[in-house]
Nanobody
Framework: QVQLVESGGGLVQPGGSLRLSCARSVFPRNYYSIGWVRQAPGKEREGVSWLDSRDDSTYYPDSVKGRFTISRDVAKTTLYLQMNNLKFEDTAVYYC?????????????????WGQGTQVTVSS
């Protein structure tokens, strides 16, 4: 079972930046997608970025495209989410997530492994 541990959340002003990290304990044997899913109070979960392990292709919804960047280290043990120009509506708990779905099919509905979540609050 893959274990995912997030860090890096916090309080930031609108327009500010944060970088989230997700450390992985086990190397999956199969191809997979790994990414970030957020959930704001009273709202459904939203996948905000995915990285396809086959070729490191990345996917973003329009709500964060151009502001968020997903990446991982060379050893592929840590996943990052760089969040720039943060907005009030980015406030949520952010979860690191892994799914066996690949490419555009990756989504919060087919996640098999979740981290514990880290709170991101955008407030003035």
């Amino acid at each position: 079972q893959v274990q995912l541990v997030e860090s890096g959340g916090g309080l930031v002003q609108p327009g500010g930046s944060l970088r989230l990290s997700c450390a992985r304990s086990v190397f999956p044997r199969n191809y997979y997608s790994i990414g970030w899913v957020r959930q704001a109070p009273g709202k459904e979960r939203e996948g905000v970025s995915w990285l396809d392990s086959r070729d490191d292709s990345t996917y973003y919804p329009d709500s964060v495209k151009g502001r968020f960047t997903i990446s991982r280290d060379v050893a592929k043990t840590t996943l990052y989410l760089q969040m720039n120009n943060l907005k009030f509506e980015d406030t949520a708990v952010y979860y690191c997530a892994k799914t066996l779905a690949l490419g555009p099919k990756a989504g919060s509905a087919n996640v098999g492994s979740w981290g514990q979540g880290t709170q991101v609050t955008v407030s003035s």
